[in-house]
C-alpha cells in the first residue's frame, strides 16, 4: 500500500448534542462549544473464544458484543451542558440567558443523538460522525476555581438502536 499523506486526519472536532430520533431521522443538535481537549471514541469489542483440548490456543472468536464510549470534555459551562451532563429531562431548565435556573431532581432516561465534524482526508475533507442513540454514562468531577475551566467531561454509552433500518445501528461515519 502507498503512503498518502492527504489521509492523515487532524483537527479539532465539533460536538453537537440533540434529543435521539429513532429510525436515525435528522435530529435538533445544538453544538456544546469548546472542548478543553481531544473528543474520544472508544469501541469494545466481546468475543467467544473457542479453545479445544487438542490445541495451545484459540481457535476463532466469535463476536458477540460490542460497545462504543464517547468522551467530550466540554468547557462551556452552559445550562444546556449541564442539563445532559446531569440527565436531566428538557424542561429542568427555565429562564432567558444570562437568567437561567436548572433544577436537578430525578435522573431521566435521557437518550441522545450526538454528531461530531471533524477533519477528514484531503486537505478539505471533513468526517461526520452521527450516534444514533447515546446516554450519559459517566460524568467527571466538576472543578471550581481559580486555576481551572469548569470542565464537563461526560462519556457517552453509544447504544444500539434496532430502530435504523439500515447497517449503522451504532453509529455512522461519512467522509465528504
Not at 487438542?54 to 449541564?82: C, D, H, Q, W
Not at 437568567?99 to 454528531?115: C, E, K
Not at 469548569?150 to 461519512?174: E, G, H, I, N
Request: aromatic share 8%; proline share 3%; charged share 15%.
Amino acid at each position: 500500500m502507498a503512503t498518502t499523506t492527504a489521509n492523515i486526519c487532524i483537527g479539532a472536532a465539533t460536538v453537537s448534542v440533540g434529543a435521539y430520533v429513532s429510525a436515525g431521522g435528522a435530529g435538533t443538535l445544538t453544538d456544546v462549544g469548546h472542548t478543553k481537549e481531544a473528543v474520544t471514541l472508544t469501541p469494545a469489542f466481546e468475543d467467544y473464544s473457542v479453545t479445544s483440548e487438542r490445541a495451545f490456543g484459540v481457535l476463532k472468536k466469535i463476536p458477540i458484543g460490542g460497545s462504543f464510549k464517547l468522551t467530550v470534555p466540554m468547557i462551556e459551562a452552559t445550562m444546556e451542558n449541564y442539563r445532559v451532563a446531569f440527565r436531566q429531562a428538557s424542561g429542568s431548565t427555565t429562564g432567558t440567558s444570562p437568567n437561567i435556573t436548572l433544577r436537578v431532581g430525578d435522573f431521566a432516561q435521557n437518550y441522545h443523538q450526538v454528531s461530531i465534524v471533524s477533519a477528514g482526508v484531503g486537505s478539505t475533507g471533513t468526517r461526520t460522525i452521527t450516534i444514533w442513540r447515546a446516554i450519559v454514562e459517566n460524568l467527571e468531577a466538576i472543578p471550581y476555581g481559580k486555576t481551572g475551566e469548569q470542565m464537563l467531561k461526560v462519556t457517552f454509552d453509544c447504544l444500539y438502536d434496532d430502530t435504523v433500518t439500515t447497517a449503522d445501528k451504532f453509529l455512522k461515519l461519512v467522509d465528504s
